[in-house]
C-alpha cells in the first residue's frame, strides 16, 4: 500500500521505508509529482507538520504523513526550532545552517541541545499525531560524513559518536525521526 510522505528529502524517505519495512511503499513528492513548495507557516512543529499533511492530503485524497524537526539549543531560547531549514536563510543550506550555529554558540558554555520531530499522519480522513525526541549537545566542530542537516555536530547523550559518524542502523536505534516514526509504524502495523 502507498502513503504519501510530504518532503523531498530522499534521504529521509529511505530513512523512513527502512523503519516502516515493506508493508507500505512510501512516495516522496517527487514521486507524486508535486514539486511546489508547500507552506510552513505554523511556529510549532505539529503545526507545520499538520500544515504539510493537510495540504497533501487536500491535493491528492490519499493517506499521507509529513513531518517537521526542530534542533532546540537551550542556551539560545530553543532557537533555531521551527526555523531549522532556513535558520541561515531560505537557501536551506545546512552547511551554513551548522556554521551559523556554531557562530552563534562561539561564547556560550551551555551546548546542550535536543532533536524533535512531530509527525502528522492523515489515514481515511483522520489526524494522528506521533512525536519522538533525543537530548545531546552541540559539538566545537563538525564529526563524520554520513547523515543530513544538523548531524555532524549533534552528539546525542547516549552516543560517543555524532549522529554523522553512525551508521544509519545505529542512528535509526535512538534518534528523533525513529522514535516518532516507531510509533508511526507500530500504528500502521496495528491497522493491517
Known sequence: MNIIFATGNENKVKEIQAMIGDNYDILSLKDVNCLEEIPETANTLIGNAIQKAEYIYK???KNCF??????LVESLNGDPGVYSARY??????SEDNMNLLLQNLSNKTNRKAKFQTAICLIWEGEQHIFTGEVEGEITLEKHGNDGFGYDP????????????EMSLSDKNLISHRSRAVKKLADFLISLS
Open 88 to 93: 541561515a536563510g531560505e537557501q536551506k543550506n
Open 153 to 164: 555536530i549533534f552528539l546525542p547523550f547516549e552516543s560517543k559518536q555524532t549522529f554523522a
Open 66 to 71: 509529513a513531518d517537521d524537526t526542530g534542533l
Open 59 to 61: 491535493k491528492f485524497g
